[in-house]
């Protein structure tokens, strides 16, 4: 199997999610920069292997035939806006992805403007979040975050793509910004936060099956395959905010071998099941963006396949 890119780096204490739209124009110079990307990751990481500072590249469904001729990734598509009764994942504007992990935030930042300015004009931002680790890795909620990921044999099981020939090793990566309203959350009692969740708070046990709510973010979240067996993904959430905007949130980053199991996991959240019965935990958090990319491997971005002759011009997305 090619290389993968560091998709199963562990989770680390700082990160920066930043989205690019390519500018009509922008393709050339967004396909070139590819295979500069690991010389830029290793000029600003060698330095400091301390940091431990990876760059994880996604490209989207709306530039991947503006940016390479030939096959596509088979289950890349835009993402698709789930729209229930009360709540709504919106899909926003995004082309590329970049997941910047390090201990500190200042190699993601250096590396970040880097890759930019390497971009230049070709390029647009349209969204920009620097996450961090917060206590004993808890989001603005208070829950630990992220207990269920795979480790080991099972996480590369979970995350690389191993049945779309010419793809092989790649990984999807869906990613949404939520804010909280810490107001009304921490108004409710703990004990109904914990239904809310399905977790208990200050150990980080699941709620047995007997009290833990059918519409609680756990319950929704748990997908099974036909022998009964859980759809694992791996999430790399990290908390972010700002005291001045008043912002506070949590964004979720989900990789996967299969998007429409992150797919199927929205679906439940937003539209319930059954339908009208959906997360508890949207009573206080908001979807504010989504996006949907493939991540491919190092081997594809060292060489990827040519531009397109007629740059700028789009096929319909499938």
Known sequence: MPEPQNVLAPLTESALFLTLTVRPGGEAATRDLLPELAGMIRSVGFPLPGE?????????????????????????????????????????????????????????????????????????????????????????????????????????AAVLVRDDPGFEGGSYLVVQKYVHDLDRWSAMPVEERELAVGRRMLDDIELPDAVKPDDSHVALTTIEDGDGGERKILRDNMPFGSIAHGEYGTFFAGYTADPGVIEEMLSRMFLGDPPGRSDRILQVSTAKTGGLFFVPTLDFLADPPSCPANEGVTRHDR
């Open 52 to 156: 431990a500072l990876t760059c994880v590249v996604g490209i989207g469904s709306s530039v991947w035939d503006r940016l390479f001729t030939g096959p596509r990734p088979k289950r890349l598509h835009p993402f698709r806006e789930v729209a229930g009764l009360r709540h709504r994942a919106p899909a926003t504007p995004g082309d590329l992805f970049l997941h910047l992990r390090a201990k500190r935030l200042y190699p993601c930042f250096e590396l970040a403007r880097r890759v930019v300015g390497g971009l230049g004009d070709a390029v647009s931002v349209a969204d920009e979040v620097a996450g961090f680790r917060y206590f004993d890795r808890r989001d603005l909620l208070g829950f630990v975050d992220g207990t269920e990921n795979p480790t080991g044999d099972a996480a590369g």
